[in-house]
Nanobody, 125 residues
Framework: QVQLVESGGGLVQAGGSLRLSCAASGRIFSHYTMGWFRQAPGKEREFVAAIRRDIGVTYYADSVKGRFTISRDNAKNTVYLQMNSLKPEDTAVYYC??????????????????WGQGTQVTVSS
């Protein structure tokens, strides 16, 4: 089992920045690919970013590429999502996830086995 706890959400104006953190406990953190997903009201949960467990390769949704950066600190069992140039359409609950997906499953909800409780990000215009 892996327990995930997100933090760092809040209210920010458009153009601002936030950094989300996800602290993991339980099984060995470095064994897992870590992902961030988000869910806006009335919409499906969607992929935002992921970072591989082995060589730290990163993956991003087109909508956040160039604005968001995912990183991990295996010594601290923590994954981060630095969000810059935020837009109102980035407003959502952001979820951290852990798993061992490969290929296109890195972008899919069913590629991940463990989820956090989510943290709200609200971007005002």
């Amino acid at each position: 089992q892996v327990q995930l706890v997100e933090s760092g959400g809040g209210l920010v104006q458009a153009g601002g920045s936030l950094r989300l953190s996800c602290a993991a406990s339980g099984r060995i953190f470095s064994h897992y690919t870590m992902g961030w997903f988000r869910q806006a009201p009335g919409k499906e949960r969607e992929f935002v970013a992921a970072i591989r467990r082995d060589i730290g390769v990163t993956y991003y949704a087109d909508s956040v590429k160039g604005r968001f950066t995912i990183s991990r600190d295996n010594a601290k069992n923590t994954v981060y999502l630095q969000m810059n140039s935020l837009k109102p359409e980035d407003t959502a609950v952001y979820y951290c996830a852990a798993g061992a997906p490969s290929g296109s499953r890195r972008y899919a909800r069913n590629g991940y086995d463990y989820w956090g409780q989510g943290t709200q990000v609200t971007v005002s215009s």
